[in-house]
């Protein structure tokens, strides 16, 4: 590997970073990545080598689709080799759920792919965008002693914190500090130098090992956010649909939910039909525990499963790859426990 040059792919989808006002209805709207380029001249003082990507069309990140997500993930594959990281600008509102996708399509990845954005354009006097990007650039081309990544994951980069990627959220529309792992610690934070968690850092299970991509993805999934005053019917339409395959229950607490008979009927019915059915946290902080109270001991009686301390985010990534690649959904409900790409404590 040459430690002397490193050399960066920038893929750049869209987002605010990316973004200036159009005269004629005052709305943010995309710009090309030339532009952004010209707003960074730091990046040239890098003894890396950035080439970039752009996708066409770009995109405000609430249009970010699975197929997007595959389109990614093959861009990665195609040019694994010559890189050695990937810095992904993305808009903020989905980034999380493209992190967290990504971390479960791409597996024994060697090689860091940092997704970034920022609240503010990248050409506003106070944007946030370009220390995002030059310390995500920065990171994505960082080695160990060894040459090896030092950061070989799926992560974010924003406001002077890595995170995993499928352990984030979004928490602030308005805030530079947008994003949270609420359940791990960042992966590195930058201050004066960029300090590394190396302990946390997951790393391939050799570093041989090809990279693996898993392109299928299969989205029948719904996502039921239990509430005070939820009715039969309105639960019912949300989990039992024929064509869903698996529901994620954004619970209360540790994973409760009502206890009248009404309502763990239509969970065993879902289970019956053959329904995966997740068990999320609606907090943004903590586990799932299906044994600390009745309520929740009647959702694991009827078949649901812990999703532990996984994300929504996480979820619906770990579910969409799992679904793709397994027909046999007694399996999905075994791996749903286990831990693949570090998106729940051990
Ligand atoms: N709506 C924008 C997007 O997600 C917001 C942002 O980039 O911050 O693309």
Same mark, same amino acid.
């Given at each position: 590997?040459?430690?002397?040059?490193?050399?960066?792919?920038?893929?750049?989808?869209?987002?605010?970073?990316?973004?200036?006002?159009?005269?004629?209805?005052?709305?943010?709207?995309?710009?090309?990545?030339?532009?952004?380029?010209?707003?960074?001249?730091? #990046?040239?003082?890098?003894? $890396?080598? /950035?080439?970039?990507?752009?996708?066409?069309?770009?995109?405000? *990140? @609430?249009?970010?689709? !699975?197929?997007?997500?595959?389109?990614?993930?093959?861009?990665?594959?195609?040019?694994?080799?010559?890189?050695?990281?990937?810095?992904?600008?993305?808009?903020?509102?989905?980034?999380?759920?493209?992190?967290?996708?990504?971390?479960?399509?791409?597996?024994?990845?060697?090689?860091?792919?940092?997704?970034?954005?920022?609240?503010?354009?990248?050409?506003?006097?106070?944007?946030?965008?370009?220390?995002?990007?030059?310390?995500?650039?920065?990171?994505?081309?960082?080695?160990?002693?060894?040459?090896?990544?030092?950061?070989?994951?799926?992560?974010?980069?924003?406001?002077?914190?890595?995170?995993?990627?499928?352990?984030?959220?979004?928490?602030?529309?308005?805030?530079?500090?947008?994003?949270?792992?609420?359940?791990?610690?960042? #992966?590195?934070?930058?201050? $004066?130098? /960029?300090?590394?968690?190396?302990?946390?850092?997951?790393?391939? *299970? @050799?570093?041989?090992? !090809?990279?693996?991509?898993?392109?299928?993805?299969?989205?029948?999934?719904?996502?039921?956010?239990?509430?005070?005053?939820?009715?039969?019917?309105?639960?019912?339409?949300?989990?039992?649909?024929?064509?869903?395959?698996?529901?994620?229950?954004?619970?209360?607490?540790?994973?409760?939910?009502?206890?009248?008979?009404?309502?763990?009927?239509?969970?065993?019915?879902?289970?019956?039909?053959?329904?995966?059915?997740?068990?999320?946290?609606?907090?943004?902080?903590?586990?799932?525990?299906?044994?600390?109270?009745?309520?929740?001991?009647?959702?694991?009686?009827?078949?649901?499963?812990?999703?532990?301390?996984?994300?929504?985010?996480?979820?619906?990534?770990?579910?969409?790859?799992?679904?793709?690649?397994?027909?046999?959904?007694?399996?999905?409900?075994?791996?749903?426990?286990?831990?693949?790409?570090?998106?729940?404590?051990?």
């Amino acid at each position: 590997m040459d430690r002397k040059r490193s050399s960066i792919l920038l893929i750049y989808t869209g987002g605010t970073i990316g973004m200036r006002q159009d005269p004629a209805d005052q709305t943010l709207k995309p710009f090309d990545f030339k532009a952004i380029l010209e707003e960074v001249p730091e #990046l040239k003082k890098f003894a $890396i080598r /950035i080439d970039s990507y752009t996708f066409a069309p770009l995109i405000d *990140s @609430s249009d970010m689709d !699975p197929e997007m997500w595959r389109r990614i993930a093959l861009l990665i594959r195609d040019s694994y080799e010559s890189y050695d990281g990937f810095v992904i600008l993305h808009g903020t509102d989905t980034m999380a759920y493209t992190a967290s996708a990504l971390s479960f399509m791409l597996e024994d990845l060697a090689k860091p792919v940092v997704l970034t954005g920022s609240q503010l354009p990248i050409g506003a006097p106070r944007t946030d965008g370009k220390e995002n990007l030059i310390s995500a650039v920065e990171i994505a081309s960082t080695k160990d002693d060894e040459g090896h990544a030092r950061v070989p994951e799926v992560s974010i980069y924003f406001n002077s914190m890595l995170l995993r990627g499928n352990r984030s959220t979004k928490v602030s529309s308005e805030n530079f500090a947008a994003f949270k792992s609420p359940n791990c610690l960042p #992966l590195a934070t930058a201050g $004066i130098s /960029i300090r590394y968690n190396d302990d946390l850092i997951i790393r391939p *299970s @050799s570093w041989d090992a !090809p990279l693996k991509v898993h392109e299928n993805l299969l989205t029948d999934v719904s996502i039921l956010k239990v509430h005070p005053g939820i009715t039969p019917p309105v639960m019912r339409h949300i989990i039992c649909g024929q064509e869903i395959k698996a529901v994620i229950l954004e619970t209360y607490g540790s994973g409760n939910a009502p206890s009248a008979d009404w309502f763990t009927g239509i969970v065993e019915e879902a289970a019956s039909m053959g329904k995966v059915l997740l068990n999320v946290t609606q907090c943004p902080s903590g586990n799932v525990n299906m044994k600390i109270y009745s309520t929740g001991k009647k959702l694991e009686d009827a078949g649901v499963v812990s999703g532990k301390d996984i994300t929504t985010e996480g979820a619906l990534g770990k579910l969409f790859h799992l679904l793709g690649e397994n027909e046999d959904l007694e399996k999905v409900k075994r791996l749903l426990g286990e831990n693949l790409r570090g998106e729940i404590s051990s």
